[in-house]
């Protein structure tokens, strides 16, 4: 080998190439070097408006990890947004975008509850009282996915606009549901606010840390939704023929693939992936459903998929960022007076930044994953 490569190989371009190559950086970088950049917008924000922003930054730090409770919170307020990013990033895999996770979480919530409430519940024992209230979630969460799914399927309508609407639906019947009076649906007429009556002891996921949120059960049902979303991905016809479809329908319907078939599953799936979420949270959170539990959770869901790359693993780490941001911020107002909404301004940066990924490719020399790729390859055959 001559001289000459050696210096090629220790040039520190060269260096991180080789190390994306060996642990598979590259689809990580990008989200990362994004996350950074909006901290960076954020303390100068913070600095602007004359607050410390290391000292803005160090009470945000510690009210997400600051305690024991303190991470406990910060993990259970991140456990819904993994099933509603969930919703997005499979879908996503099919060439659809599922933006009805808010519809789908409130739907599966309040069919976990009305199943929770039922009679002979009290005298089910919990190992098969829980799987019945995730199983009323996820169903409630599929069919409210299935319908957007066979619309786009059968008639060509687009899944973004059903699942606007179908989110709206949502809202207002889920509010007549628990809301109404006359007549008298789910609604607890002993309680002073509006909300369903609460579910059966025996259907509660049991508490892990009692923190606030409390940490539950549903971290672990969350987490091996994650790994089932991945394996039927990698690992499956299914899957195989999910990402075909979504990469090209038209070869994938040429290859013999049922095309529509694949569309109402994945966005049946996606929505069940959402109920699934929701109904941990009525029962180990709630252990009841009102219409405001899961406001901007399905929205908050579409960012986390996306700084994951729609990576149901990924998500995990993504889901626990967001959620800890979102129960760290608390602190940081009281501590260092600085408005919980620096918090979203940094969250909604971290979106913009991964959207645009040009903009953190350029700052920081990433080259795109097909040029790391050709660069990798004829740097390798010049070696030689």
């Known amino acids: 080998m001559s001289m000459g490569t050696d210096q090629r190989d220790l040039?520190?371009?060269g260096f991180r190439l080789k190390v994306q190559?060996?642990?598979?950086?590259?689809?990580?970088?990008?989200?990362?070097?994004?996350?950074?950049l909006s901290f960076i917008v954020g303390g100068i924000l913070i600095a602007l408006i004359g607050v410390n922003?290391?000292?803005?930054?160090?009470?945000l730090l510690r009210g997400m990890f600051g305690s024991k409770d303190n991470i406990a919170a910060s993990v259970a307020r991140s456990v819904p947004f993994m099933g509603s990013a969930l919703a997005l990033a499979f879908a996503f895999r099919a060439g659809l975008f599922n933006i009805g996770a808010e519809g789908q979480l409130l739907v599966g919530g309040v069919t976990a509850a009305w199943v929770g409430t039922w009679a002979w519940m009290t005298d089910t024992p919990a190992i098969i009282a829980i799987p019945i209230i995730l199983l009323a979630g996820a169903f409630g969460g599929f069919m409210w996915g299935w319908v957007p799914g066979i619309l786009r399927a059968k008639t060509g309508a687009h899944e973004v606009i059903s699942t606007i609407m179908l989110n709206s639906i949502a809202l207002f019947l889920v509010r007549w549901i628990v809301n109404s009076r006359d007549p008298v649906i789910l609604r607890d007429l002993e309680a002073s606010v509006p909300r369903t009556e609460a579910i059966s002891d025996t259907a509660e996921l049991p508490t892990i840390i009692d923190s606030q949120p409390p940490l539950h059960w549903g971290l672990f049902v969350m987490l091996g939704v994650c790994f089932l979303i991945a394996f039927v991905l990698k690992r499956t016809t299914f899957g195989f023929e999910t990402i075909t479809v979504g990469t090209n329908p038209h070869a994938a319907r040429y290859a013999g693939m049922s095309v529509d078939r694949i569309i109402i599953l994945a966005m049946a799936i996606s929505g069940a992936c959402a109920g699934i979420a929701a109904a941990s949270e009525v029962s180990g959170t709630n252990q009841l459903f009102q219409p405001g539990t899961?406001?901007?959770i399905g929205f908050d869901g579409i960012a986390v998929a996306l700084l994951a790359r729609a990576n149901p693993i990924g998500i995990i780490p993504s889901a626990l960022l967001w959620g800890s941001l979102l129960s760290g911020a608390p602190l940081m107002q009281q501590e260092a007076d600085v408005?919980?909404?620096v918090v979203r301004i940094i969250q909604s940066m971290v979106l913009l930044f991964v959207a645009a990924d040009a903009i953190v490719r350029y700052i920081f020399r990433v080259r795109g994953e097909a040029e790391a790729h050709i660069k990798a390859s004829t740097t390798g055959w010049a070696g030689q």
């Open 11 to 13: 040039e520190p371009s």
């Open 294 to 296: 899961f406001a901007l």
């Open 339 to 341: 408005s919980i909404d």
């Open 21 to 36: 190559e060996a642990f598979q950086l590259q689809p990580v970088l990008v989200p990362l070097y994004a996350i950074l």
């Open 53 to 59: 922003p290391f000292e803005a930054y160090w009470a």
